[in-house]
């Protein structure tokens, strides 16, 4: 079983839809969880952050944490084209700087 | 503040050679991480250096190794070039010292392409 499980889709949705991403994670030491966002032929950019349960809204963007569950979601509102881009959770345990990342969501917001 | 630079950002090298491949981190950070992306194995960690020191490695073989210097610029390369090494290598920057919050920003990456 891989640490970190993510539906890699394509996930295709109209714009101005409600997107949800989702990860779960096997590891009990994560504290830290992390969303990035990687355009084509990008580096991933650091959209979220979050410590332990509970949610984080910034703008259109919700972060939310269940650990009962290990379970990770990230919400996007009235959604995009230029949210196209593929999505990878990060969860971290605090320790000297290795990321665990999940395979990535692609996404496609079409007019 | 600037971002995290890597160069170069494009490379073509064949089987057999070897290659370095450098990051600037973001000024006032002291820890560079490295990270492999490939299609079928998406991103994984290679090695993490801070302070001149290597902190952490990823399942790697010995081929890849690293380095960091006084300024905290990283290298890192990768000797004996095989076509499964075909990726972007991308390096991460961050303040965090090994006791916290470990909050990554990533520079654009290094395409390596190995023929």
């Known amino acids: 079983q891989k640490e970190v499980e993510q539906d890699p889709g394509p996930l295709s949705v109209p714009e101005g839809a409600i997107v949800s991403l989702n990860c779960t994670y096997s590891?009990?030491?994560?504290?830290?969880f992390m969303w990035y966002r990687q355009y084509s032929r990008k580096g991933p950019e650091l959209l979220m952050y979050?410590?332990?349960?509970g949610n984080k809204e910034d703008g259109r963007f919700t972060a939310q944490v269940d650990k009962s569950s290990k379970y990770i979601s990230l919400f996007i509102r009235d959604s995009q084209p230029s949210d196209s881009a593929t999505y990878l959770c990060?969860?971290?345990?605090?320790?000297?700087?290795?990321?665990?990342f999940g395979a990535g969501t692609r996404l496609a917001v079409h007019p | 503040k600037a971002g995290v630079t890597q160069t170069p950002r494009y490379l073509i090298k064949t089987r057999g050679q070897q290659v370095t491949l450098s990051c600037s981190p973001i000024?006032?950070?002291?820890?560079v991480s490295w990270y492999q992306q490939t299609p079928g194995q998406g991103l994984q960690f290679l090695f993490e250096?801070?302070?001149?020191?290597?902190?952490n490695k990823g399942n790697f073989p010995g081929r890849f190794s690293g380095r960091q210097f006084s300024n905290s610029r990283s290298e890192m390369n990768v000797s004996t070039l095989e076509l499964g090494d075909s990726a972007l290598y991308l390096c991460?920057?961050?303040?965090?010292?090994?006791?916290?919050?470990?909050?990554?920003?990533f520079g654009p990456g290094t395409r390596l392409l190995v023929l």
């Open positions: 590891n009990s030491a994560f504290q830290y």
């Open positions: 000024s006032g950070h002291r820890s």
């Open positions: 991460a920057s961050s303040w965090n010292s090994g006791t916290g919050k470990g909050a990554q920003y």
């Open positions: 979050t410590y332990s349960s």
């Open positions: 990060a969860p971290y345990s605090g320790g000297y700087n290795k990321l665990i």
């Open positions: 250096y801070f302070s001149e020191t290597q902190r």
